[in-house]
């Protein structure tokens, strides 16, 4: 088995699951780094009161068509095979990322507002079309180790996030337009899509078990604890893709630096530490890294709620970066070794999971920031009256309340892991004591 995992290690399909991973973090790191510049440009002149809500609504946009794609592309992967599931991932970056920078041109006024959602929503598809793909290619190439191989193609995730953030800040620092920046992203999904038009994919699980449709909906009725972890998926993405989408927008007039460089410092940790997941979970057991990764990001988004200079908002991302770190790739890997027999399908709704709360969550990280913005200024009225000194402090305040209130998920998810290892740790030393007594 050593030699088969090793092999697959070097396998040219795992190397594009790679990029189409990187290429989607890419994509939603340069979404984060243009959302102030789109803010700026296009919504505050709409509604400065509602231009937050609505910034989160399109950077919401891109997750719900994740939500949307990776369930179709789940139910279908198994009977349209992986690679041309990539190759429509290729397409939705390209098509997605066009609509969105060609957005001014093609409109004007509120109607550019909506061409930038519908061409998020489109970049969504594509990252769903990634993440219905690869995840069952890794649970299929490593069916023995999923949980660390899970990490290491997502550690490609972060990198993307890194290449994202440090270009848009650079390119805003040189005075590039930030629709040159964001077609980055076109250009790497084009290549994406002619590496994999080259290659040959595995088979997923479910196919090599002869598991029908079907039957991987059987098997995720059958044994209800699968949507024990899907609740608890909607928590965890929440804890980290909403906030990561959320930072620079509600932190760069905050902490005097840009907030997209909070989040390439936190994908620096990603990218490292999660190459090390394997030894992590065999030790704590995925429970146990699943409880200690919420105990640190709720230190983490607590600390960013009252950072105010670029010292404490470094120190607050590092505990939250470390926090979320392994919490995607460990869950997608428990859906994947627990419930093999739900194939591509129980793999995907744990996706499916993760994003509809980032759907959900960006929106309302974007009414609490508008609803404090509001309170502090003492009313809508008063925010276009305020000095720059004056809109400052309305701004602290309003990114410290989003931030508290975020912070309350990993909060709750500490005590829900600890209580899953508890039970889990009592489930598997009965049969071993049961065992024990027979021996006897």
């Known amino acids: 088995m050593e030699v088969h995992q ?36 296009y919504l505050d002149p709409v509604s400065m009161a509602d231009s937050g809500r609505m910034i989160g609504v399109a950077l919401g946009a891109a997750f719900l068509g994740f939500s949307i794609m990776l369930m179709v592309s789940s139910l ?13 991932a290729s397409a939705g970056f390209i098509v997605g990322t066009a609509i969105v920078v060609f957005a001014d041109d093609l409109s ?5 507002y909506h061409l930038i959602v519908a061409g998020m929503f489109i970049c969504g598809i594509g990252w769903g079309c990634v993440e219905g793909t690869v995840n069952p290619m890794v649970a299929s190439l490593y069916p023995h180790d999923t949980t660390h191989w899970m990490n290491v193609l997502h550690a490609w995730w972060p990198m993307g996030m890194i290449i994202g953030g440090l270009t848009g800040v650079g390119a805003s620092q040189l005075g590039i337009d930030w629709r040159v920046t964001f077609g980055l992203v076109a250009v790497f999904a084009l290549i994406m ?36 972890w899907f609740f608890l998926m909607l928590l965890t993405a929440a804890t980290e893709l909403a906030p990561g989408q959320w930072v620079d927008v509600a932190l760069t007039s905050v902490v005097g630096m840009r907030g997209v460089l909070l989040l390439v410092y936190v994908s620096a940790i990603m990218f490292v530490a999660r190459h090390f997941a394997g030894p992590l979970a065999h030790k704590l057991s995925p429970e146990g890294l699943l409880a200690s990764s919420s105990a640190l990001a709720f230190v983490g988004l607590l600390s960013l709620s009252v950072a105010n200079s670029p010292v404490t908002a470094m120190l607050a991302a590092t505990a939250w970066g470390f926090g979320v770190c392994y919490l995607w790739p460990t869950m997608i890997a428990v859906a994947a070794e627990r419930y093999p027999r739900g194939g591509a399908l129980a793999i995907g709704l744990m996706g499916v999971a993760g994003s509809i709360s980032s759907y959900v969550v960006l929106p309302l990280l974007g009414a609490v920031y508008d609803t404090a913005k509001i309170e502090a200024a003492g009313g809508a009225a008063q925010l ?3 000095s720059r000194e004056q809109l400052q402090s309305v701004l602290v305040f309003a990114a410290g309340e989003s931030f508290r209130v975020v912070s309350a998920i990993p909060a709750f998810l500490v005590f829900a892991f600890l209580a899953l290892w508890f039970f889990t740790r009592k489930s598997r030393a009965a049969p071993v004591a049961a065992s024990t007594t027979v021996a006897e």
Do not use: C, Y
Not at 11 to 26: D, E, Q
Not at 31 to 36: G, L, M, V
């Open 384 to 386: 276009a009256t305020l």
């Open 6 to 41: 090793h092999a697959s290690a070097k396998s040219p399909a795992f190397w594009v699951g790679k990029l189409a991973i990187f290429t989607a973090g890419l994509s939603a790191s340069l979404r984060s780094a243009i959302a102030t510049d789109i803010k700026v440009a």
């Open 108 to 112: 004007s006024g509120r109607s550019v």
């Open 76 to 88: 279908l992967l198994d009977r349209i095979g992986m690679k041309r599931m990539l190759l429509a």
């Open 193 to 228: 899509g002619v590496r994999t038009s080259q290659l040959e994919f595995p088979p997923t699980t479910s196919v090599r078990m002869n598991v029908a449709s079907k039957s991987q909906f059987a098997e995720i009725f059958r044994r209800p604890s699968f949507f024990i």
